[in-house]
């Protein structure tokens, strides 16, 4: 059973920063991209960064481009996001999500999600 | 960036009616749209992609259909399971696929 578990959120300063985990077990993690989408309270879902299986290729959005930064290790099947320069409109429920080899850029797959609130 | 637009915002279904939802792409996304269900509280669920194929284990009363720029979800038959938020995403432009804002589906 595919099992994607995140940790690493909470409560922020603005300015500040945060390492969010994500734990992948069920499946071979070194054969699949993964991402982060994150889903601000009430609102809907917003892609935030891939990362390839072998790491050669890293995208991000606009929104986080030079403040985040996604990484993956496989020998310990984790992915990383760490997040710095956090603003109040970072405020969301990040979720980690497997990617797709059938359908390159769907997500079948899906963490719980960690909170992480940017708030002084 | 592509922009994909939902409606309705809001659809009111009885169980065991149909339902039919759209999404409309800014630009043609060929068949590159998926289909999202997402229920208070949890992550989101695969159903559709591209644009019509059902991901594994999802029931066959959910239904997806169109092409460049419209898209439509149908559920057939809706269960009371069903009532959720559902979102379609093209990933015709990866990485950075983009997400419509979404349609609640809830009890008429």
């Known amino acids: 059973e595919v099992q994607l578990v995140e940790s690493g959120g909470g409560l922020v300063k603005p300015g500040g920063s945060l390492r969010l985990s994500c734990a992948a077990s069920?499946?071979?993690?070194?054969?699949?991209?993964m991402n982060w989408v994150r889903q601000a309270p009430g609102k809907g879902l917003e892609w935030v960064s891939s990362i390839s299986s072998s790491s050669s290729y890293i995208y991000y959005a606009d929104s986080v481009k030079g403040r985040f930064t996604i990484s993956r290790d496989n020998a310990k099947n984790s992915l990383y996001l760490q997040m710095n320069s956090l603003r109040a409109e970072d405020t969301a429920v990040y979720y980690c999500?497997?990617?797709?080899?059938?359908?390159?850029?769907?997500?079948?797959?899906w963490g719980q999600g960690t909170l992480v609130t940017v708030s002084s | 960036e592509i922009v994909m637009t939902q409606s309705p915002a809001t659809l009111s279904v009885s169980p065991g009616e149909r339902a039919t939802l759209s999404c409309r792409a800014s630009?043609?996304?060929?068949?590159?749209l998926a289909w999202y269900q997402q229920k208070p509280g949890q992550a989101p669920r695969l159903l559709i992609y591209?644009?019509?194929t059902r991901a594994t284990g999802i029931p066959a009363r959910f239904s997806g259909s169109g092409s460049g720029t419209e898209f439509t979800l149908t559920i057939s038959s809706l269960q009371s399971e069903d009532f959720a938020v559902y979102y379609c995403?093209?990933?015709?432009?990866?990485?950075?696929?983009?997400f419509g804002q979404g349609t609640k589906v809830e009890i008429k």
């Open positions: 999500a497997r990617g797709s080899i059938a359908a390159a850029g769907t997500a079948p797959y």
């Open positions: 630009q043609s996304v060929s068949s590159n």
């Open positions: 591209g644009a019509s």
């Open positions: 995403q093209q990933y015709n432009n990866w990485p950075g696929g983009t």
């Open positions: 069920g499946f071979t993690f070194s054969s699949y991209s």
